[in-house]
């Protein structure tokens, strides 16, 4: 599920980028919000909104490159993603209501390291010249991103085995 | 007594057509320019069982029953102890008999009427194909005074898919009654038809209310089968295409309740009709329209309860489910009609108030009307259109910080319909901010609770609230088809020179208007109330709702005997003899 | 000052999401069941104004308000007629249908079926995990009979599965597929074909609770693509066939399994009359 899939040029190439920041920033402000509702640790939300920003600025850079360039129009199951979602989507079924900012920071960087290897890939096989140009760019900011989010990781160990327990049993709402 | 009538009673079963005979000489009868009553006393079959066609005609307008029957004409006696009860005789009352029938059973004779034996099947038998049915209308045609030319012309367009020669078959049958009809002594005569220019009407109450609703602007129903109320739906099924609607036929009464609620939802006011067991099925929906502010108009037509109870046979017994079934602060509006003629206006006026309070709307009806028909003078045109308060558009657009549950000082926000852009919303029955997200504060709930009640309670009613006529000391409180016999009941005690009597029969049954009925029942000393209800549940609520004066007394029956005339009488002589 | 024409702008899956944050527990499927919704819509260009999402009662139910085109959250299992009604007085409009197992298989159940064989045109997005989450945790319709996970019925439901898919197609619904939330795109791709197939289109979705049933997050290895081994797309028109597959399906298999021919519900139609006409039925 995880093969490279080579893209047809520079257009089809920025579908993706764009395409995978702004699910990205989507994603990350979702898990933001549902964290925010569920009372989590702060910082977890904080977290989340600053890698919503941050994709939100390379979707901006994305945009900026695909200026006076005929982006394709694809559907969601037509891009060329190595699995089941652009690569920089947070997994939603990672996220806990107890989460903390640990979960949280490897939540990030599993994304990120996703994006970094979607990119690389297309940087080191990609059959045309311009797109391994490109990509190269973008993944060079994500190893940034990925180098950062582990610098901040090492912030925060493993939480102890008990951290998901809730003495209080779960609510009856409808 | 006070109104030129007479009452004829045609009876039984297994196919023998009495229904048709009565149809056929109300409808003869109206032609000739008399008023008539035509209801139906049925049996739980299917096919054949017993029937009986209850007619009663006047030269004056008459939507109620009499104290008795003049004439009673039994094709045969099947099952007549299953119904004699609700075909009151006196010694007066004349019963056609066919001998070949046996004798006239015993429960019958209790009063003593007169009998005169006639051999209906006999004289069927000497006209080729002749169906006994077809005497009988010729012998009650010919006693009741109504010209055979006017029953041809009316035989002619019911037979006209059959042919002429059922036609003349259905002549001659007829003849060969009538030629008998001078063995009969003592009919009451009609006096001569008054002549106008009026349009006059044949229709049923389950008609009339189908085509108030039209008129009110309905144009979505959905449909679920259920005795008495299926009529309704049928008359509307062909005509709501017409119009641009379109009828559903739903799987059960909650999948057409919510179906209504889905319609109106979509700008398209809705309805549906049902009885009683439907209503109980419909009440979690009718609750969820409530919180979430979607018109709509539930037509109740009422029938012997509880559970199935007696299904064709009538009753008043659905009120409380109607006021108080929703479960939660649920305001909403009931209304009834008071008669037959008044099922169309009470239907347009129902939706009208649905669409305008954006609310549930149950409307009352009773087998007795809606299964009833009636020759009525055209009913006058009403303006009351169904208007539902849609928000202001700039530019193809709702303006920004549309609010779909805003607070109002009249309590109705506008409602934003899909298509409309600006104010997609989602509509909740969860408790709801203004906004309509779900809310667990006790702000929102206070204020939202507010709003649904003010819109109800504080909307103009105008005078249709009630019919109220006369004045007097004494009034007569009720609602629904009893109505007509009430107000022959007072008719009859003012011809009598007795004491003046005040009518209130309520249209709007819910929300209850105190101010209202303080000035109806002002210098009233004591109330009786009507109602075709065991339980008496229409005076219970009159006494929760409403400052009632100290003496209130109760006529009630529940279903299916009729409350007629002389016994509203004798209620209120009992009522004026005792002390305040 | 110059007077432009509106410029038509594309809507993003963004756009049809409102700004309410869910209530759903975080981790759960219906996220993705949401997201897969609003790419759906975006992909089609369904103005907002002119689509509605229709729900029931359940976690997965309160999704209308998470989107930003209209909606209704009705009552618990009548979130098919409410659409039905929609749909059937204002055939103009794109009308989803959306909630859980038990509102839609277990009190929803007789509308299910009904809705089925009436092919109404609507889509109806089931978000199925096996369990009643809004009251802490019961056994729905499509439990494992031996699930003992719920005070309710400690030694399990005792009672085999529902086969919303079986008998959806018995019923008549003419197009039923299955997606799973932890492929949303997959997904995106089945309710767009869901929309534009005629009549009632059924999109069957494994969406885990996680807070109930968080064995269910071994759906990602269980599930495969295509009914009885056929592939994503190949959804049959032919019944028999559709139920040859259903019979070899484990449960797991998604893409599209049955698109059918029959025409969509059309409400009758007559030539136009006034009122006046009508009530001249009624004068003698």
Known sequence: MTGFKDMTGVPEFLAHAITLEQEAAVRFDELADMLEVHNNHKGVVELFRKMAHFSRLHLAEAKDMAEGIAVPKLAPWEFKWPGEESPESGAIEDAHYLMTPHHALSLALASETRGFDFYQSLADKAADADVRRMAQEFADEEADHVATLKEWLGRYPTPDAAWAEDMDPPVSVD | MALNSVSIALTGSGGAGVMTSGQVLVDAAAKAGWYGLMARSLGPQIRGGESAALLRLSPSPVQSMDDCYDLMLAVDWGNIERFASEIPLTSKSIIITDPEQGDVPAIMLAKNPIIVPIPLKEIAASVPQGRVNMVALGIVAALAGVPEEFCIEVLAAALKKKGPEALETSIAAMRAGAAHADKVQGVPKLDAAVKTDKERWSITGNEATGLGVLRGGVRYVAAYPITPATEVLEYMAPQLPKLGGCLVQAEDELASINMVIGGSFGGVPAMTSTSGPGLALMTEAIGLAVASETPLVVVNVQRGGPSTGIPTKSEQSDLNIAVYGLHGDAPHIVTAPTSIADCLFTAQWTVYLAEAMQAPAILLSDQAMGQARAIIDRPADVAFIGQRLTPAMTNGAIDEGYLRYKVTADGVSPMAIPGMKGGEYTADGLEHSPRGTPSTQAQHHQEQLDKRERKITGFDYGNHWAEIEGEGEIAVVTWGSVTEQVREGIARVAEAGGPKVKLISLRLIAPALPEKMAAALAGVSKVLVVEQCHGKQFTKYLKASYGLPPVVQTLNRPGPLAIRPYEVVAALDALAAASA | ?284
């Open chain 3, 1 to 284: 000052m110059n007077i432009q024409a509106p410029i038509k702008t594309e809507l993003t899956f963004a756009d049809y999401k409102s700004d309410l944050k869910p209530v759903w527990c975080p981790g759960c499927g219906d996220y993705s069941v949401l997201s897969a919704i609003t790419k759906a819509l975006a992909t089609l260009q369904l103005p907002r104004e002119n689509t509605a999402l229709i729900s029931g009662i359940g976690c997965s139910s309160r999704i209308p308000a998470y989107t930003s085109v209209y909606g209704f959250h009705t009552i618990h299992g009548r979130a098919l007629p409410v659409a039905t009604g929609l749909k059937t007085a204002r055939p103009d409009l794109t009308v989803l249908v959306a909630g859980g197992d038990g509102d839609g298989f277990s009190i929803g159940g007789n509308h299910f079926l009904h809705a089925c064989r009436r092919n109404v045109d609507l889509t109806y997005i089931v978000m199925d995990n096996s369990v009643y989450g809004m009251t802490k945790g019961q056994a729905s319709p499509t439990t494992e009979s031996d699930w003992t996970g719920s005070k309710l019925t400690p030694e399990g439901p005792g009672v085999a599965e529902f086969q919303p898919l079986e008998i959806a197609l018995s019923a008549g619904a003419n197009f039923i597929a299955r997606g799973f939330s932890g492929k949303p795109n997959e997904l995106v791709k089945l309710i767009c074909e869901g929309i534009n197939h005629p009549g009632f289109s059924l999109i069957h979705v494994l969406s885990p609770c996680i807070t109930f049933r968080p064995e269910q997050r071994e759906y990602k290895s269980m599930v495969h693509d295509g009914f009885g081994g056929f592939g994503f797309d190949d959804g049959t028109p032919d019944r028999r066939e559709a139920f040859r597959r259903l019979m070899e399906d484990d449960g797991y298999s998604c893409g599209v399994l049955f698109k059918g021919n029959t025409p969509a519900f059309k409400a009758a139609t007559a030539t136009p009359a006034t009122l006046a006409d009508m009530e001249r039925k009624f004068a003698l």
